[in-house]
């Protein structure tokens, strides 16, 4: 059994239960974000008996909230789960707003200390003694100290512009929540994966004119099966016009210009969905002193304990994936908990026990 120092312990007050405001103590473990791998990380260090605290400078599971409100899962629901909690559902594939309140479950049925609409600014000082620098929506700034830090920061909150003019307009999003703003409007839809084939099918069926415009020959056949054949039928019976081997060449306010394979085409256009995917914080990392490395920015780590190059950071979730963010799904960064947990049992105990004179 793990011997008890100070500082080490429970922490109590459910999600959310400390204000954030102020200095509240030393922790032993610090997590970077409360998606789905930030809450498992947060749940096997508490269960090995340190005192963790969670932080977002969003809600928690912020990127799952801004996915479209009736978004489906691609996997089965005991693939989603996290903590030993059984994810229930009368759905093969669980939707958005099932996870959500599978997540808030399992973060209150741990007690999980976790400080929301909390954006790090900053971190000093070293392995043993973090100090992370927060600041609020408000601009209320407050600091917490930690032993270890675990960066799980994911990648769905940094988009990959394009760099066309025109992108800023306020028309030009590069995220799809609801369809009813868009109601007889003329719609571009840039992308040929996923996203963009959901948001242009979810458009079409409520009210869009909608134009899918995409770099490749084709819509990507690694689309979902239920959703590949749906929106290849809308193009063929043209209830969605598509540009395939086409790029955007500029952005307007009432139009839009395309380069196609048979010249430049412009396009009526109310708004634009740039549905062209997303990248991890390399910059943050970059703060820390996590080194990345090759063409598609591995960010330097111990496959074993996930420990990054800086002594006391670790890494889970997609941000291990570099630019490969098609390599960690919710399904395999959610065993990074243990793998790290693991890896603060024995750096932590001893760390404590030198501390403790034990």
């Not at 963010?325 to 243990?338: L, P, Q, S």
């Amino acid at each position: 059994m793990m011997a008890t120092f100070e500082g080490v312990g429970l922490a109590g007050g459910g999600v959310g239960g400390d204000s954030g405001f102020g200095d509240s103590g030393f922790f032993d473990v610090l997590v970077i974000g409360a998606g789905p791998t930030g809450l498992a990380c947060a749940i096997e260090a508490k269960r090995a008996g340190f005192r963790v605290v969670s932080v977002d400078k969003g809600c928690v599971c912020n990127s799952l909230f801004h996915y479209p409100s009736n978004m489906t899962f691609f996997t089965t629901p005991e693939l989603l789960e996290i903590g030993d909690i059984p994810f229930s559902t009368t759905n093969q594939k669980p939707n958005r707003n099932e996870a959500l309140e599978y997540y808030r479950k399992v973060a209150e049925h741990y007690e999980l200390e976790i400080r929301q609409y909390q954006r790090v600014t900053g971190v000093t000082g070293g392995d043993g003694d973090f100090r992370v620098a927060l600041i609020d929506t408000f601009g209320r700034r407050s600091e917490l100290k930690a032993r270890k830090l675990i960066v799980s920061t994911g990648y769905y909150d940094r988009a990959n512009l394009m760099h066309v003019p025109g992108e800023d307009l306020p028309k030009v999003f590069h995220y799809y929540h609801d369809p009813h703003p868009y109601y007889d409007r003329d719609v571009l839809v840039i992308g040929g994966k996923n996203s963009a084939a959901i948001a242009a099918l979810d458009l079409w069926r409520h009210g869009a004119r909608v134009t899918l415009a995409y770099r490749g020959p084709k819509v990507q056949p690694h689309v979902k099966y239920w959703i590949l054949p749906d929106i290849e039928n809308r193009i063929k019976n043209g209830e969605v016009t598509a540009y395939f081997n086409t790029e955007v060449v500029r952005i307007d306010l009432d139009s839009v210009t395309l380069a196609t394979p048979a010249g430049e085409v412009v396009v009526a256009n109310h708004f634009v969905f740039a549905m062209t995917g997303y990248h991890p914080d390399f910059e943050f990392l970059g703060s820390l002193g996590v080194r990345v490395e090759g063409p598609d920015r591995l960010p330097v780590f111990d496959a074993g304990s996930l420990e990054s190059n800086v002594p006391g950071i670790y890494l889970a979730g997609v941000i291990v994936a570099g630019d490969r963010t098609h390599e960690i799904f919710i399904e395999n960064g959610r065993f990074h908990g243990h793998q790290i947990a693991d890896d603060l049992k024995t750096k932590l105990e001893t760390e404590l026990g030198r501390l403790a004179g034990v």
